[in-house]
Nanobody, 123 residues
Framework: QVQLVETGGGLVQPGGSLRLSCAASGRTFSSYAMAWFRQAPGKEREFVSF????????YYATSVKGRFTISRDNAKNTVYLQMNSLKPEDTAVYYC????????????????WGQGTQVTVSS
């Protein structure tokens, strides 16, 4: 069983930055692929980025590539999402997910989810 808690959301102006954190319980965090998804009102949950277990290969959605960076600290059982050059269309609830299998761009591949953290980009 893995419990995930996201923090770091908030209100930021366009062009600003935020860093989201997702703290995980459990001793086997390093063996999980981790991902960030987001969901805006009235829209489906959308893939943002994943980081694999082990060596931690990463992958990004086209819409965030070059602006967002995912990373993990296995000693702290935490995965991060550094978000730069934020745009109003980045506004959403951001969720982290953990997969005991291969990472995927599909939310269905993830066994565990946090409660989400709101990110609002507005002037």
């Amino acid at each position: 069983q893995v419990q995930l808690v996201e923090t770091g959301g908030g209100l930021v102006q366009p062009g600003g930055s935020l860093r989201l954190s997702c703290a995980a319980s459990g001793r086997t965090f390093s063996s999980y692929a981790m991902a960030w998804f987001r969901q805006a009102p009235g829209k489906e949950r959308e893939f943002v980025s994943f980081i694999n277990s082990g060596e931690g290969g990463t992958y990004y959605a086209t819409s965030v590539k070059g602006r967002f960076t995912i990373s993990r600290d296995n000693a702290k059982n935490t995965v991060y999402l550094q978000m730069n050059s934020l745009k109003p269309e980045d506004t959403a609830v951001y969720y982290c997910g953990a997969s005991s299998s291969w990472p995927s761009t599909s939310w269905r591949a993830y066994n565990y989810w946090g409660q989400g953290t709101q990110v609002t980009v507005s002037s």
